[in-house]
């Protein structure tokens, strides 16, 4: 560790002149997105990159389960919702209005990309993936889910928001012999490695 310290000492990541922000996350699983698949502003070098290397190793791919009773207060949601049936009642029409479990109680309405979910309704409401994810304490937005009678189960795949460098396949990269400067340059579009001194006389 020193000595990959001392080896870098004094260089730092650039874009047109400027330090970057280098976001990062543990594993991607399989892609990165453009930061503003995530996050609300473009940034020029936060650009989405394939990290299907990655697959060589383990993908992080975990699997939750909830039960609905669960969801609905985690979520402060309904997962109900009113239905009305018209009957015959001596000639007449009498409308019976019930309360009953919705027949789509999940609805992913937009992804990224790299197929993470920008935004999910969950009975009555719209989240943000950023905002579900956290909500539940997920691993990543990179989901996919199924519903077995009372409960959902929901399958992620990478671990953090996937934007910046993936430090797993970063790891996966400098063990298949590519340099730091080969590594940051993949994750970080368009960047210059420059020594520090070179940002402060500007």
């Not at 930061?35 to 939750?64: C, H, I, M, N, Q």
């Not at 937005?141 to 795949?157: E, F, H, L, P, Q």
């Amino acid at each position: 560790i020193e000595g990959a310290t001392d080896s870098t000492k004094g260089l730092v990541a650039v874009y047109e002149g400027d330090l970057i922000e280098a976001c990062y996350h543990a594993a991607s699983g399989g892609a990165t997105d453009d930061s503003e698949e995530v996050w609300s502003g473009a940034v020029p070098y936060l650009r989405g990159v394939s990290t299907e290397f990655e697959s060589k190793e383990p993908d992080f791919r975990e699997e939750v389960s909830f039960a609905m009773d669960d969801l609905e207060k985690k979520l402060n949601v309904s997962l109900r919702e009113k239905k009305s049936t018209t009957y015959k009642v001596a000639g007449k029409d009498v409308q019976v209005i019930s309360e009953e479990k919705m027949d789509r109680p999940i609805e992913i309405l937009g992804v990224s990309q790299a197929g993470r979910i920008k935004e999910i309704r969950i009975g009555d409401k719209v989240f943000t993936g950023y905002a579900f994810r956290a909500l539940l304490g997920l691993p990543s937005t990179k989901m996919t889910y199924r519903i077995d009678g009372n409960r959902v189960y929901i399958t992620t795949t990478g671990y953090g928001h996937g934007v910046g460098m993936s430090q797993h396949g970063a790891n996966v990269m400098a063990s298949s012999g590519k340099n730091f400067e080969e590594i940051l340059k993949h994750y970080y579009q368009g960047i210059q490695v420059v020594d520090h001194e070179r940002v402060q006389a500007r």
